[in-house]
């Protein structure tokens, strides 16, 4: 897998707002998505108000099955600003990551969420204009091939508490999961992985141990050369969406140079994280 991110991802211009309406533009949004895993839209129009991605995400609803997006938190609803903040947060008093310039290692996003999105987007309306907060994704298929199988088979047993970072708690009563990393099919192939190591607490020796094993896997330098794809702000600028399979790409940023940066993200159609899918 090439770093460059043009011979992976592919790219979907969109002149006007209308065709997230249209069925063949549907249609093939969400073919390619259930090919790669990952799709980028280049809007040929300024969308402020992200009403494309909201339209898109209704028409996937309609005619392909696709579930809602689900709300942020008990106060967010399905839009949320990927933007540095320092004193006005949009979860009262909680600063979430995505509100920091800090860099933001390997993750999936919601893996607190039981069941977790499928997929999320980000729409670019500010990208950094000194060069960080590049959006790095790691393809999960190809990451397991690095991992032996008793630690593939040890991060499919549901040994993980995964806590609800409090700016997403939607109840006091959801404030953590008990669950698998990592879903194989009946081939024993890995299909599906959550991750996010902050919240992450093994319930067991070979747990810890296979976890331990993930994390070494992420930072080796075969995973950094087979399996991840680095999107600077050159490959995603202003007027750009990127949407992403969360289940079957881990992602990561780098820190944010510009504190203007800005990104508007949104995750739908949360199905089981089993290997029914």
């Not at 609803?61 to 600003?81: M, N």
């Not at 997929?119 to 960080?132: K, M, S, T």
């Not at 009563?173 to 190591?197: K, L, P, Y």
Request: hydrophobic share 35%; aromatic share 6%; net charge neutral.
């Amino acid at each position: 897998m090439s770093t460059n991110h043009s011979h992976i991802v592919p790219n979907v211009e969109v002149p006007n707002i209308s065709q997230a309406q249209e069925l063949v533009h549907v249609r093939s949004v969400s073919e390619l998505l259930r090919q790669h895993g990952i799709l980028k839209i280049s809007l040929g129009l300024d969308d402020n108000k992200s009403q494309y991605l909201e339209q898109l995400l209704l028409s996937l609803h309609r005619r392909h099955g696709h579930q809602l997006p689900i709300a942020h938190s008990a106060t967010k609803g399905w839009f949320w600003d990927v933007l540095p903040a320092t004193t006005s947060f949009q979860t009262a008093n909680c600063q979430a990551r995505s509100e920091t310039m800090d860099e933001f290692p390997w993750h999936t996003d919601c893996s607190y969420e039981n069941p977790p999105p499928r997929y999320f987007a980000l729409h670019v309306l500010q990208p950094d204009r000194y060069g960080g907060g590049t959006l790095s994704v790691m393809n999960v298929q190809r990451l397991s091939e690095l991992l032996s199988e008793a630690t593939k088979a040890s991060l499919a047993r549901p040994e993980y508490l995964i806590r609800t970072p409090p700016e997403f708690e939607k109840s006091p009563r959801q404030q953590h999961i008990v669950g698998s990393i990592m879903v194989t099919d009946a081939e024993n192939q890995t299909s599906m992985m959550r991750f996010r190591e902050d919240i992450l607490t093994p319930l067991s020796d070979r747990a810890s141990a296979a976890l331990n094993e993930l994390k070494h896997a992420l930072q080796s330098a075969e995973a950094k050369s087979y399996s991840t794809l680095h999107l600077t702000p050159k490959a995603l600028p202003a007027r750009s969406i990127i949407l992403i399979d969360n289940r079957r790409w881990l992602h990561a940023r780098n820190h944010i140079t510009d504190p203007g940066r800005h990104l508007r993200r949104v995750r739908w159609d949360a199905v089981p994280f089993s290997s029914s899918m």
